[in-house]
């Protein structure tokens, strides 16, 4: 069955609702959605990050809040209303989220990702879910990521081989500091030990396609 992809409405030739490369961004930006909430805790006061805003007299004055990184803050909970979703669309108990919001966004964030094969397979609201997640992700980065290159270095695609015998081609990704490339769609690691195997397999499938 040939469909396309419910969020970047490219073919997928799996019948999946998002394709590989759409899961694999969807998974990368979920993972990091709780460090980006916690990280916006910083930005709430002007000049907090900017290093001024000491000297004055009299001691410490109330800092305005920023009101649009606290509107920012709030839109993290659609995190958790995506999980409900989930879990009524699969007819199971509503999710207990319970705490505060970053104890909250990280059970929502990890319900997410267990549920995410599930998700890409057959779920209609994948594509939705896709589109609000990297709106929100996008939104965040701008206020703690300025840096346009997050993402670190490009490896080429994974090439682990699952047990249907199928590649996995996932992009590969060296995070910035990282030794190791780690495939987010099925999790293989590539030390830099295999990087040369690594290229000669991408090389061959290549030219196989
Ligand atoms: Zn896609
Ligand atoms: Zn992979």
Known sequence: MDT???HCHTP???GSTLCVPCTTT????????????????????????????RG????????????????????????CGWLAAVHD??????????????TRLHTAVAGLLAHMPWIVATWPGAGDLAQEIGDLHRSAATVVDPD????????????????????????????????VARCDWCSMAWP???WMQLR???TENADAA
Not at 29 to 52: F, N, W
Not at 57 to 69: M, N, T, Y
Not at 92 to 102: A, C, I, V
């Open 89 to 102: 669309a699969r007819h199971l108990r509503g999710p207990r989220l319970t705490g505060d919001t970053l």
């Open 148 to 179: 346009p290159r997050p993402r670190g270095r490009r490896i080429g695609h994974c090439q682990s081989i699952d047990t249907s015998g199928a590649i996995c081609g996932a992009v590969l990704w060296l995070a910035p500091g990282e030794q």
């Open 12 to 14: 997928d030739p799996t």
């Open 4 to 6: 396309t992809c419910t």
């Open 200 to 202: 000669a397999w991408q």
């Open 26 to 53: 969807l998974t990368g930006q979920l993972t990091d959605l709780p460090r980006m909430y916690e990280a916006l805790a910083e930005h709430l006061t002007p000049g907090s990050s900017s290093g001024q805003g």
């Open 192 to 194: 830099p030990t295999t």
């Open 56 to 79: 004055g007299k009299g001691g410490p004055a109330p800092l305005p809040l920023r009101v649009d990184v606290l509107d920012l803050r709030g839109e993290f909970d659609t995190v």
